[in-house]
């Protein structure tokens, strides 16, 4: 396959559970006519019945078939997707060429609604899941990037909503009523390019 050759990185998008591309469009909309090339992917299946490091792996695979293995990219995941991406950042050796990593509403602590399922990324999401354990005891990658999680107090589907933070990276928080539709609120939107035109610290471009 040929390689997509862009002049500024590409920044790629992840929804989250039970979500494929077309929940992005308006974020893709409005990332594009802000020049931040932006590119989804939704690895599947997102309903829960393979593991988030399945779903990582997947991801890897589509941004390498896609981008080649060394152009410096952006990630941006929503929700369940923001796990993908650290597992991708964290695991997978993502680390090596992205630049800033984005959350939007991501359950980095857990939800409790994951109880809701008993399918394996739903187990993985649960507040003190051996996956989130091992997940969040070495986020030393994420200080080696720019880390942004931008959260709702409100959000009912992340509970408790505090746990989208993390004790590394910026905790963007914007009072928005509704997980599902933290990615149509034009705030959100804005945020999410503001933090993709940041700069990068000269120090950590190099590593």
Known sequence: MEHIELMHEPTILVPGFKDDVHILRRLVTFLDHAGLNPYPISPQPSNGEVGIEVLADRL???IDAAFGRTQPINLVG?????LICRTYVQKLGGVTRTRRLITVATPHQGTWTAYTY???ACLQMRPGSPFLAELNADISSLAQIKFSSIWTPLDLTILPATSSCLRVGEMRPIISPFHGTLLFDPRVMRLVAQVLRQPIEQERVSQ
């Open 60 to 62: 890897t695979t589509a």
């Open 118 to 120: 008993r399918q394996p």
């Open 78 to 82: 929503f929700s369940m997707g923001g």
